[in-house]
């Protein structure tokens, strides 16, 4: 099952992608009586993505009252995860690029706030402070579950989906000293993700998916999840062994390159079967002085 989060004349509410367009949860809850929760975190942390997505597939769809997706002003996934992981360096092209070593004993990770996140469409903002800024393309992996110290062959269980990111970073800020990696990512909307949260069912060997930093239409670097150092599986068991995991949080599980973006510039995470996240890129700078 693909879910997006859409911006209604209500509010924000979850969305499901069929072949021919969108459905609102909520007019499903009408239409048949159920009463799932009408938005995407709420709907992550009830644990009951599985049964909608049996139920859906238990009716005749063509019965369904769909929403053109065109017609769609998608949302981020959500605004308010417990925890966002970033793991830096976890191709070994990407380190080169940046003369670093990739790291090989631990992930290189850090964590974020919620207040960097934004979604497809709206603005990635060059900060007043700043003249050096790159977005990278990640796969992102949404917990489904509350979990504590899983193992790497059980990860999938814990999993309610994957997802499109954009990280950026501060590079400026990052190169004064590698100890300010936290700070060079936690800029207001450096983080944007969605617009859509794809179920592991739909994937049919994450180690095979292509991850592409776009600019301008452009592929600046692209690699497959398989050349990662620490796959999906690693980063899921290792890190619940040092925080305990809650429904929707996220793991940005690195770029395979980082690229310079400007005022004007157009970003594409693409993926493999996944729905582009695009946004376009504003120097708060340039934005002041027109």
Same mark, same amino acid.
């Given at each position: 099952?693909?879910?997006?989060?859409?911006?209604?004349?209500?509010?924000?509410?979850?969305?499901?992608?069929?072949?021919?367009?969108?459905v609102?949860?909520?007019?499903?809850?009408?239409?048949?009586h159920?009463?799932?929760p009408t938005?995407?975190?709420?709907?992550?942390?009830?644990?009951?993505?599985?049964?909608?997505q049996?139920?859906?597939g238990?009716?005749?769809q063509?019965?369904l009252?769909?929403?053109?997706?065109?017609?769609?002003?998608?949302?981020?996934?959500?605004?308010?995860?417990?925890?966002i992981?970033? &793991?830096?360096?976890?191709?070994?092209?990407?380190?080169a690029?940046?003369n670093? !070593? /990739?790291?090989?004993?631990e $992930?290189?990770? +850090?964590?974020?706030?919620?207040?960097?996140?934004?979604?497809?469409?709206?603005?990635?903002?060059i900060p007043l402070?700043?003249?050096?800024?790159?977005?990278?393309a990640?796969?992102?992996?949404?917990?489904?579950?509350k979990?504590?110290?899983v193992?790497?062959?059980?990860?999938?269980?814990?999993?309610?989906?994957?997802t499109?990111?954009?990280?950026?970073?501060?590079?400026?800020v990052l190169?004064k000293?590698?100890?300010f990696l936290?700070?060079?990512?936690?800029?207001?909307t450096?983080?944007?993700?969605?617009?859509?949260?794809?179920?592991?069912?739909?994937?049919?060997?994450?180690?095979?998916?292509? &991850?592409?930093?776009?600019?301008?239409g452009?592929?600046?670097?692209?690699?497959? !999840? /398989?050349?990662?150092?620490? $796959?999906?599986? +690693?980063?899921?068991?290792?890190?619940?062994?040092?925080?305990?995991?809650?429904?929707?949080?996220?793991?940005s599980?690195?770029?395979?390159?980082?690229?310079?973006?400007?005022?004007g510039?157009?970003?594409?995470?693409?993926?493999?079967g996944?729905y582009?996240l695009?946004?376009?890129?504003?120097?708060?700078?340039?934005?002041?002085?027109?």
């Amino acid at each position: 099952m693909i879910l997006s989060t859409v911006k209604t004349d209500s509010g924000t509410t979850a969305h499901i992608h069929l072949r021919n367009g969108l459905v609102p949860v909520q007019l499903l809850n009408e239409s048949f009586h159920l009463n799932f929760p009408t938005d995407l975190f709420s709907l992550i942390q009830s644990g009951r993505i599985k049964e909608l997505q049996d139920w859906l597939g238990s009716i005749d769809q063509s019965q369904l009252i769909v929403i053109p997706i065109d017609k769609s002003k998608y949302e981020p996934l959500y605004r308010q995860p417990r925890k966002i992981w970033g &793991i830096g360096l976890n191709y070994k092209e990407h380190a080169a690029d940046l003369n670093e !070593v /990739s790291p090989t004993d631990e $992930p290189a990770s +850090y964590m974020r706030p919620d207040t960097t996140i934004i979604g497809y469409g709206d603005e990635i903002q060059i900060p007043l402070q700043s003249n050096n800024v790159t977005a990278e393309a990640e796969l992102g992996i949404i917990i489904g579950k509350k979990c504590k110290n899983v193992e790497r062959e059980n990860w999938l269980d814990v999993v309610a989906g994957f997802t499109t990111i954009l990280d950026m970073t501060e590079v400026d800020v990052l190169k004064k000293n590698p100890r300010f990696l936290t700070r060079s990512k936690c800029y207001d909307t450096f983080f944007s993700f969605g617009p859509t949260l794809v179920t592991p069912d739909e994937i049919e060997d994450v180690m095979k998916l292509k &991850i592409a930093t776009i600019i301008n239409g452009k592929v600046q670097a692209e690699n497959v !999840v /398989s050349n990662m150092t620490f $796959p999906p599986d +690693y980063l899921v068991s290792f890190h619940s062994k040092v925080m305990t995991f809650l429904p929707g949080d996220i793991i940005s599980t690195g770029t395979p390159g980082a690229t310079p973006i400007k005022h004007g510039d157009t970003v594409e995470c693409r993926i493999t079967g996944f729905y582009p996240l695009i946004n376009n890129v504003v120097d708060l700078k340039t934005a002041i002085s027109f």
